[in-house]
């Protein structure tokens, strides 16, 4: 580890070579090509190596995700001396999914496996524990519970799936968990212990459905959120885990929501998203509500951007600022005199130009694991030690990645032809003047989804080769109210393809690109963009990319995995359109006729949410027509390839097929 409070010179280079500032000036004195070579490709396909840093409540241990054996496991690192207590592995095609401290020295594991052709990683509901230096360990729950195979020293076999709710800080022998035996039976919650994998049974949760279960500030399941398969909402009530459950509220399906976020500390009311009127925007703000009489107060809102997430203080028990992410993410604050916020605002200014949050804490709020990132910079962690005022630095999600190599990630807003506010982001290459050749990259999803400042792999790696990239959030994306997405639904093929039009034609006017330099390349969502964009806009794109992508909906409602249940059918008809005429007239495969832009087909054999069937129908649609395309297929990809050799090569096709058509102004 280093410290942020060395002495200057060691810090400055400490920040140079983090920021890759060192091999900028090497560049410069020595100019050959093997110092000065562009970033690899491999550095942009490869995943983060770190999904989460936690420590131990009394601050001795630190837990971290990392490789292991070949496989996403966790090491166990002893602060005072930074010597590693333990490295775990799960096993051949397993992996720790995620962990929680239940007790100084003992942490609970869930697991996930790779399954199916395309080795996609999946949670189990299995869980394991075992303390700090991997003794004891213990299978607590799960359908497995073979000793021989993985060596657990007992067996707890369970039929179910389980889930943490709480690890009961308070309470070093238990966790709270939630498990369902069967597929369509309610959930029962239980007190598990963690030394031996025997269980209390809490009671079954009221009614059948996708739950969200809030406990109070002693570890009691007093709340819980039930999804009905028609999408209304009926929420629970209890005063203790012995009680039963008393009807608290129900919403409809299009009514707006509420989402019980945490009880206050004296447990009388609730802190909750509360979902404005789509009139009002539809943005979600920050309110509380007594639990006895229902009085609501809104405690934050934005009159434009929805809120992002809460921060609570270090014990959980009261929130402290409200995170707000439109063009630059902020925090606004709820009480600015509030000790912990002091105190992480007073480390924030250590890290210029990026953005911080608390992601795990000791009971005492002595030491605080912290999460700084930014445009340019995915991600590192640092353990802050409150009492001595330092920070050091643990490991970075991508440590392969120099933030300095980046480009910025600049904000933009422009008016859409109906005069609609819309925002988006542009990426160029750093120290690059004049017009550029611009890759529109717009997102999938698409309801709900939206492109942020943080750093983003396809429009760095772009950027890196000499492309801008611009990235807008269409109607129908997430971020600012149910109406900006509501103004999307049914709007596949026409109000967000005239979005992106739109910002293509702001980017050419504004000299950010020229006419003829222009490409379009999008996943799931965004490669159906790309290629009706292609046919509705034939003379502004030269190229187009679709990477698992849909072209048919009338294919997609008979095929597509979501459709197979009630709640993805409801979906499909209100947020896409019903009908086989309608759904004819939004599908880019019977337009064909239109394109003028090269084509780029790439697609997993194995894909589920945008099946192959959506590959085949436009290959047969372009084949008709003796319209040439290139097309990259995968037999053993899903939804977006997964495999890190396949996602090197989809890069390196895509950078070539960009460069044949955007290398010079036609």
């Not at 819980?224 to 929420?235: K, M, P, W, Y």
């Amino acid at each position: 580890m280093r410290s942020i409070e060395k002495s200057a010179w060691v810090t400055a280079l400490g920040k140079l070579a983090r920021a890759g500032l060192t091999l900028m000036l090497a560049c410069l004195l020595f100019p050959t090509k093997a110092i000065c070579a562009e970033v690899p490709i491999e550095d942009f396909a490869r995943f983060d190596i770190v999904t989460f840093s936690k420590l131990s409540p009394d601050g001795k241990y630190l837990a971290k995700s990392a490789q292991v054996d070949g496989t996403s496991g966790l090491i166990i690192e002893r602060l005072a001396d930074h010597k590693v207590t333990a490295k775990v592995s799960a096993g051949v095609e397993r992996g720790i999914y995620d962990v929680w401290w239940a007790s100084s020295d003992r942490i609970v594991a869930t697991l996930f496996e790779e399954v199916g052709p395309i080795a996609t990683p999946a949670a189990t509901g299995e869980m394991i524990a075992f303390n700090a230096d991997y003794s004891g360990l213990v299978y607590l729950f799960g359908f497995r519970g073979n000793v021989d195979k993985y060596g657990f020293k007992t067996a707890n076999v369970s039929d179910g799936f389980a889930v943490m709710i709480d690890p009961l800080p308070d309470d070093p022998q238990h966790v709270l968990i939630a498990a369902r035996a069967q597929p369509h039976h309610p959930e029962a919650i239980i007190r598990l212990n963690v030394a031996d994998g025997s269980r209390e049974s809490l009671g079954e949760l009221p009614e059948h459905g996708s739950a969200w279960i809030v406990t109070d500030q002693t570890g009691a399941a007093r709340y819980v959120s039930i999804t009905r398969s028609d999408g209304s909402v009926a929420s629970y009530l209890r005063a203790n885990d012995a009680d039963p459950w008393k009807a608290f509220a129900t919403t409809g399906p299009h009514d707006p929501t509420v989402v019980a976020l945490s009880f206050s500390r004296d447990g009388k009311s609730l802190y909750e998203a509360l979902q404005q009127a789509t009139t009002d925007g539809g943005r979600y703000c920050l309110a509380t509500e007594n639990i006895e009489n229902h009085d609501r107060k809104v405690l934050s809102c934005d009159s434009d951007a929805a809120m992002h997430h809460v921060t609570f203080t270090f014990d959980s028990s009261e929130p402290m600022a409200i995170a707000y992410d439109m063009d630059m993410p902020s925090k606004k604050p709820l009480a600015p005199e509030n000790r912990d916020l002091l105190t992480l605002e007073r480390l924030r200014k250590s890290f210029p130009d990026s953005t911080l949050d608390a992601v795990s804490t000791t009971r005492d709020g002595s030491k605080i694991v912290v999460l700084v990132r930014s445009d340019r910079n995915p991600g590192d962690y640092y353990l802050f030690d409150t009492q001595t005022n330092k920070a050091e630095y643990i490991l970075s999600k991508r440590d392969w990645i120099r933030p300095g190599d980046m480009s910025p990630r600049e904000p933009i807003v422009f008016k859409a032809r109906d005069g609609t506010e819309l925002h988006g982001y542009l990426t160029r290459p750093v120290g690059v003047a004049g017009p550029l050749p611009l890759v529109m990259n717009p997102h999938g999803g698409p309801f709900g989804i939206a492109d942020t400042w943080y750093w983003d792999a396809d429009a760095e790696l772009l950027a890196t080769r000499g492309y801008a990239v611009l990235q807008i959030n269409f109607r129908g994306s997430g971020g600012r109210g149910k109406a900006f997405e509501d103004a999307g639904k049914r709007g596949w093929a026409t109000t967000m393809i005239d979005d992106l039009t739109d910002g293509a034609h702001w980017a050419i006017e504004h000299k950010i690109t020229e006419q003829g330099r222009l490409c379009i390349y999008g996943a799931s969502y965004g490669g159906f963009a790309a290629l009706m964009s292609a046919e509705r806009e034939p003379d502004l794109y030269r190229c187009a990319v679709g990477y698992s992508c849909v072209y048919d909906l009338n294919l997609l409602a008979s095929d597509a995995d979501f459709i197979r249940t009630s709640g993805g059918r409801a979906y499909f008809d209100e947020y896409i359109g019903d009908g086989e005429e309608s759904l004819a007239q939004a599908s880019p495969v019977n337009y064909v006729s239109r394109l003028k832009a090269s084509l780029l087909i790439v697609h997993g054999l194995q894909d589920p949410r945008a099946p192959y069937s959506q590959a085949e129908a436009l290959m047969t649609a372009l084949d008709a027509r003796r319209y040439p395309y290139e097309k990259l297929l995968r037999l053993k990809e899903s939804h977006g390839f997964y495999t890190v050799e396949h996602r090197v090569e989809f890069y390196q096709r895509l950078l070539k097929f960009l460069d044949r058509n955007l290398a010079q102004k036609h």
